[in-house]
């Protein structure tokens, strides 16, 4: 059974910044392509990047102001954003999947999700 928690949401002012975690258990994390997506009320789920062993990609959205690590000896990813305007407001997901893709119906393990409130 694989399990991912995300957590680090928030509000926080447009500008500001803040990184948010996601920890995995369950199966090999180092052999997962993780990936965080967002969704805004009333939207699909967004890609917003991903990352697998030594390679990131992101949307070009938050592409400059959004980084994707990994510590795999925590089995945790990372998301730290910086710059943050009010679009970013999201719930924010990070799943795991073994696909170098940006489809979140590629990624089959999913947390539930941390909120994201960007004021400006």
């Known amino acids: 059974q694989v399990q991912l928690v995300e957590s680090g949401g928030g509000l926080v002012q447009a500008g500001g910044s803040l990184r948010l975690s996601c920890a995995v258990s369950?199966?090999?994390?180092?052999?997962?392509?993780m990936g965080w997506f967002r969704q805004a009320p009333g939207k699909e789920r967004e890609f917003v990047g991903r990352?697998?062993?030594?390679?990131?990609y992101y949307a070009d959205s938050v592409k400059g102001r959004f980084t994707i690590s990994r510590d795999n000896a925590k089995s945790t990813v990372y998301l730290q954003m910086n710059s943050l305007k009010p679009e970013d407001t999201a719930i924010y997901y990070c799943?795991?999947?073994?696909?170098?893709?940006?489809?979140?119906?590629?990624?089959?393990?999913w947390g539930q999700g941390t909120q994201v409130t960007v004021s400006s």
């Open positions: 799943g795991a999947g073994f696909l170098w893709s940006p489809r979140a119906s590629d990624y089959g393990y």
């Open positions: 369950g199966r090999s994390f180092s052999s997962y392509v």
């Open positions: 990352i697998t062993s030594g390679t990131t």
